[in-house]
């Protein structure tokens, strides 16, 4: 035991497809380029809904409106990093904005899942959301309950 909390990483993820291609980002990762679905870590006082419409917008400039959970994901990186991603599908609301994107992100892609195949990904996650998105799983939004704003009794 290290003597330091252990916690591990809330983050959110968007699976977005479009006549069968889906949305990814290609963002700086150490020592190279990889691909990724928009995503990111749930801020301080934040929804995870609207993490996930925050994330997608910073990393991508496509506004969108989450549809349905795709499935909860618990991985350890290879950082030691232990991370629990919330992945949705969404859907586009709007055509991408021409302002500036993530300083972390070096373009966005839209690619079918045999492409995808043949990129460095992020990590195993990035491709069981893809599989788990074509394979049918959704569940509603209303599994999650959000009381982030919600006073104590």
Not at 42 to 51: G, R, T
Not at 59 to 79: C, M, R, W
Not at 98 to 103: H, I, K, S, V
Not at 128 to 152: R, T
Request: charged share 20%; aromatic share 10%.
């Amino acid at each position: 035991m290290s003597g330091h909390p252990w916690f591990s990483h809330l983050t959110v993820a968007a699976v977005i497809e479009q006549d069968g291609r889906f949305l990814f980002v290609e963002e700086h990762s150490r020592h190279n380029n990889v691909i990724n679905q928009p995503a990111g870590h749930v801020e301080e006082d934040e929804s995870i809904i609207a993490a996930v419409c925050r994330e997608t917008l910073e990393e991508t400039g496509y506004a969108v409106h989450p549809d349905y959970l795709i499935g909860l994901y618990y991985f350890q990186g290879s950082n030691g990093v232990t991370y629990m991603r919330v992945c949705f599908s969404a859907s586009i609301e709007s055509q991408p904005h021409n302002g500036p994107l993530d300083p972390d992100i070096t373009a966005t892609h839209w690619l079918t899942p045999d492409e995808l195949s043949k990129k460095p990904i992020r990590s195993p996650i990035v491709l069981q959301c893809i599989e788990d998105y074509q394979s049918g799983k959704h569940y509603p939004l209303s599994m999650i309950n959000d009381f982030i704003h919600a006073s104590e009794p």
